[in-house]
């Protein structure tokens, strides 16, 4: 097997070719002897006629006098290249070539009717000859045209030699011709490859430069530039989640560092230390809750989620979420609503829905104004279940509605911190609505609130 693939391709080439040309060379050379031939029968012929016609015109002239009428009829056509013999009875009466006429006359005389005969004894390889007879007194007097087929062979043989010693060379030629067009097909391949080469995770902005190469070529070439750019997305998508994962990671880190270092500076009271610890205790929480959603988001990214599927109901599942807000809500002094009133049947993984719904409760409780309003609803339309918690609190610009489910992104940066928000739950709630088949989106009016909501297609 040849790995090489412009020789392989060459090889397929020439084996194509010279299948080709033997079949070429094969019809040539039959249809080649063919027409060698009948042109010599035709010649043959037209001379016989010749013939014939000069010795009935002699033997008129003559009156009658057969020998001499012969005589005269090949004396005439002695220049012709055929040979001409008269016989009569047997007998050869005139010939053009007077030393080989007499073979003939077993050959004239098996011809009987027929006007083509091959003359076996006559030359190395016998002779060909047409045959015409005119009526003569008390009988009938032959004219012969003949030709020796030495001619014709030597003719053919070179015509083989010519086939034998031509095709190797052309084939030679061919399969340096077909290489040389392979590799200079192939050249873009190889110059594709250093490039690609080149590309290592540093550099994955960099693109393969196309020039121009034939038309596969530039595709192959595009898509491997289309999967540079989304492997260069993934990267910096990548990049993006480990620097905001650390930079969110060093703000509890940091107070929890700076509380300690601060209460060990000196001795201090048990209510002090009591102060610090909680103060620990919370930003720990907050910490354990960033790990959480991380570490979420990263068996997200990995693609290879294993959801616990069963089947729930839907409104039970929203009125327990509302139920473990209920205190949240109450802090703030918000009415919180659930309308779930009929059964609504669902199959997903339990836990990730009420962590979703969970997220959507507390973005409402914590936006929502000191005695607002929040409310959540699950509705079954035609087709699709419709989860959805509205509030009554600042909403949010139409410009950023598209961005708040990007992780880290946060609407108002500094007020979003100081409530403990990171930024991740709209992702992660994003994220488990994709995985069921559905869709999450917002609906708000900057001053009027906001309806989140999650579309399931069943
Ligand atoms: P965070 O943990 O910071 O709240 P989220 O991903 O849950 O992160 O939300 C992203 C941003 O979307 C928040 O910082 C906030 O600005 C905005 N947001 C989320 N829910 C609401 C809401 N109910 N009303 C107004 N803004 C909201």
Known sequence: MIRNFRLRLTAWYLAFFTLLLAVFGFLFYGMFSNAMRERLDETLRS??????????????????DLPAAA??????????????????????????????????AEAVRLAGQSDLVEASGYGHRGARAAIRRVPVDGGEAIAVA??????LADEMRITRRILLFGFPLLIALAGLGGYAVATRSLAPLGWMARQAHEIGGESL??????GDAADELTTLAASFNELLAR????????????????????????????????????ERSASEYKQSLAVILDESRRLSRLV?????????????VKLRLEDLYLNDLVAECCRSARTAAEARNIALECACPGDVPFRGDEDLLRRMVTN??????????????????????????????????????????????????????????REGGFGLGLAIVKWIAEVHKGEAGVISKPGAGSTFFVTFRV
């Open 360 to 417: 959507l409760l507390e973005n409402a409780i914590r936006h929502a104004p000191e005695g607002g309003r929040v409310e959540a609803s699950v509705e079954a339309e035609p087709g699709a279940i419709r989860v959805q918690v509205s509030d009554n609190g600042p909403g949010i610009p139409p410009e950023e509605a598209a961005r708040v489910f990007e992780r880290f992104y946060r609407v108002d940066e500094a007020r979003s911190r």
């Open 231 to 266: 492997l260069d997305q993934s990267f910096e998508t990548m990049r993006r989640f480990v620097a905001d994962a650390s930079h969110e990671l060093r703000t509890p880190l940091s107070v929890i560092r700076g509380e300690a270092d601060v209460a060990l500076t000196r």
């Open 292 to 304: 959480d959603d991380l570490l979420n988001l990263a068996r997200a990214d990995s693609g290879h």
């Open 146 to 151: 003949l030709e020796p087929l030495d001619a």
């Open 47 to 64: 001379e016989a006629a010749t013939a014939a016609g000069l010795l009935a015109d002699e033997i008129t002239e003559l009156h009658g």
């Open 205 to 210: 902005h960099k693109r393969l430069e196309i």
């Open 71 to 104: 005589a005269e009829a090949v004396e005439e056509m002695k220049f012709r290249t055929t040979t001409l013999v008269i016989y009569s009875g047997g007998r050869v009466l005139a010939s053009s070539d007077t030393g080989r006429s007499r073979d003939l």
